[in-house]
């Protein structure tokens, strides 16, 4: 009797090599809503590490829970400017007390409307 193959050997498959950008991982951008709720989450906490604007930091919760319920963004944007405005008053002040990084993010939300 003839000896078969053995079939370990004919059934490993060969390597293959995945490219820079298969190993790369793609993330999708955000959509601008998910943008414009995530900087102004960011506000909110600077405000509070801050302790100013009190009234500006309920609205912003409030606005939070509102587009968490409806999805509808339109008062995260008006927080938003409010808050762009106090911190460049608080720039005014003290020069460090509000990261740039902050600023474009807002700037950045802001554009894509």
């Not at 053995?6 to 293959?16: C, D, I, L, S, T």
């Not at 902050?102 to 802001?110: G, M, R, T, V, Y």
Request: hydrophobic share 40%; glycine share 2%; proline share 6%.
């Amino acid at each position: 009797m003839a000896k078969k193959p053995a079939k370990a050997a004919a059934e490993k498959k060969p390597a293959v090599k995945k490219t820079a950008a298969a190993k790369k991982a793609v993330t999708p951008k955000a959509p601008a809503a998910h943008q414009i709720e995530k900087v102004n989450e960011e506000i909110l906490a600077k405000l509070q590490s801050l302790n100013v604007e009190q009234a500006l930091q309920a609205d912003i919760e409030w606005c939070l829970g509102s587009y968490r319920n409806d999805n509808n963004p339109s008062g995260l944007y008006l927080m938003a400017e409010r808050a762009l405005q106090v911190f460049k008053f608080e720039l005014s002040k003290d020069p460090k007390s509000v990261p740039a990084k902050l600023l474009k993010d807002i700037e950045k939300a802001l554009k894509n409307k």
